[in-house]
């Protein structure tokens, strides 16, 4: 059964205080893994999509990075305006149309 | 464009009542599904669409029914309401592929409560 744990679960972070977060996942075969932005009261926000071990991808100060059993979201230099929760979620090979997996997520909260 | 689009926002029903949750996108993506939120557990696959009369199972589908007669529609039925139901709905829709993993775009969600 596919598996998705997510790490942290809470974390707290002083602007400018650099981090990352964790999913690590058990899947038979990996389509994709996917990184969501999620703030209070809205649905989720596409950020990334990671489809084989090795690769990275950017966006302003986030990046996320893909290895066999684990992803990370690092975060560069956070302001306030990166609190939210994180998801992410993977899709296996062999499963059918894009039936996604997701865990629980990281709620991350900046202060300023 | 609108994306995907739900309504109502919130609802609260009693015990035994039915409902219809709408959604619909303007983005002629195949693929929509429906996904509840709970507390502590992430986003679980109700029911999922490939496109206009194509519909299958998801993980928890027991309680929903859905239907596609059109590319942009994709509702969810509630036949009788529980308390257990009481949950964040979201849409989503993707583009779909057999050999490649999309991205879903979801909706903002509708809150509801069962008393």
């Known amino acids: 059964e596919d598996q998705v744990t997510q790490s942290p679960e809470a974390l707290r972070l002083q602007e400018g205080e650099s981090s990352s977060l964790n999913c690590s996942y058990t899947?038979?075969?990996?389509?994709?893994l996917f990184w969501y932005r999620q703030d209070p009261g809205k649905g989720p926000e596409f950020l990334f999509t990671?489809?084989?071990a090795g690769e990275e991808k950017e966006k302003e100060r986030l990046k996320a990075t893909l290895t066999k059993k684990e992803s990370f979201l690092h975060i560069t230099a956070p302001k306030p305006e990166d609190s939210a929760t994180y998801l992410c979620?993977?899709?296996?090979?062999?499963?059918?149309?894009?039936?996604?997996?997701f865990g629980t997520g990281t709620r991350l909260l900046v202060s300023p | 464009n609108a994306g995907v689009t739900q309504t109502p926002k919130f609802q609260v029903l009693k015990t035994g009542q039915s409902m219809t949750l709408q959604c619909a996108q303007d983005?002629?993506?195949?693929?929509m599904s429906w996904y509840r939120q709970d507390p502590g557990m992430g986003l679980r696959l109700i029911h999922y669409?490939?496109?206009?009369?194509?519909?299958d199972q998801g993980e928890v589908p027991n309680g929903y029914n859905v239907s596609r007669s059109t590319t942009e529609d994709f509702p969810l039925r509630l036949l009788s309401a529980a308390p257990s139901q009481t949950s964040v709905y979201f849409c989503?829709?993707?583009?779909?592929?057999?050999?490649?993993?999309?991205?879903?775009?979801f909706g903002p969600g509708t809150r509801l409560t069962v008393t």
């Open positions: 990671l489809y084989s």
């Open positions: 989503a829709s993707s583009y779909t592929s057999q050999g490649g993993a999309y991205e879903q775009y």
């Open positions: 899947v038979s075969g990996l389509r994709g």
């Open positions: 983005m002629n993506h195949e693929y």
């Open positions: 979620a993977v899709e296996e090979r062999n499963t059918g149309f894009q039936k996604l997996v």
């Open positions: 669409s490939v496109g206009a009369g194509i519909t």
